[in-house]
């Protein structure tokens, strides 16, 4: 019997990781292969992307998905780990305006170099930087480039800003928030994330945790589970002959020309809609860059 494969769309609860949501979408299903395709701050809320035995084998590209989040920043005040649960570093007045401010963000839309936080779950010599910062150990992340698509300032109320920002994964909106404190010279850090969107889902699509575990103990949960198509948009679907799904469940590359298409991607499905293959164009054929292996 196929277990069950899929993604949870969930509306993660402030005080949680990523990694206690996982554990906990674990127990309560009883589904041994669980993963997630983005990591948020136990401060943060909002969509958070579980995956569903083999869908696990998704994270990957899931991970490489644009986020859009709601920030709200408090101004005059830096913190060592640039949120609300950090040492006070210092604080000083506020005095800008919000036409100074919005001037201010401007010069962050775009590709930008950005030093991720000290404490963070990157590793470093094998070890997590948040543990080295922990320990009182100097940390120097080497910066990494991001991308920045809009800053909108919705909410203006000195010291307290609200922003939404679309961007690139990889982005650290901590960091986000010191550099425009840094940039107005009075100081910033993060209060409050929730993420708006992940790649192609929203909150509108977001479970509430709540109505999730009330699901799963009545051992309605599977009802929740949505297709990992839907994960992929940008990688057009097709069904294949049988002869060549044959091909594409052993590893084997295409020719270009069995399978027509302009694009530079492929999601290939079998006639039950299971998903077979991702599939890749280089040069003249196609080649799987993840197979799926059917359930014994």
Known sequence: ???????????????????????????????RRVGHAG?????????????????TRLAEFLLRHDKRYQAT?????????????????????????????EEVLQAFIGEIDQIPP????IRMGGERL?????????????PRRVR??????????????VLEVDCSAGTYIRALARDIGER???GAHLTALRRLASGPFTLADAVPWEAFEAAARAGSWTAYLRPVGEALPDWPPVTPGEALLIRLRHGQALPAAA???????????????????????????????????EDP
């Not at 949870?8 to 402030?14: A, T, Y």
């Open 1 to 31: 019997m196929k277990g069950p494969a899929g993604l949870l769309v969930l509306d993660k609860p402030q005080g949680w990781t990523s990694h206690d949501v996982v554990e906990r979408v674990r127990r309560l299903t009883r589904v």
């Open 39 to 55: 990591t948020l701050d136990p401060l943060a809320t909002g969509v958070l992307v579980v995956l569903i035995g083999p869908a």
């Open 73 to 101: 920043l408090r101004l005059g005040i830096a913190t060592d780990t640039g949120d609300a649960e950090g040492r006070v570093l210092f604080e000083r007045p506020v005095a800008i305006s919000r036409e100074a401010f």
């Open 118 to 121: 000290a404490f963070s779950a």
């Open 130 to 142: 948040y543990e080295k910062a922990r320990r009182g150990e100097p940390v120097s992340p080497p």
């Open 148 to 161: 920045i698509d809009a800053l909108r300032l919705v909410e203006w109320n000195p010291p307290w800003a």
């Open 184 to 186: 107005l010279g009075c």
């Open 259 to 293: 399978l027509p298409h302009p694009g530079p991607r492929l999601r290939v499905h079998g006639p039950d809609g299971e998903l077979i293959a991702l599939l890749e164009r280089r040069g003249d054929r196609w080649q799987p860059v993840r197979v799926f292996p």
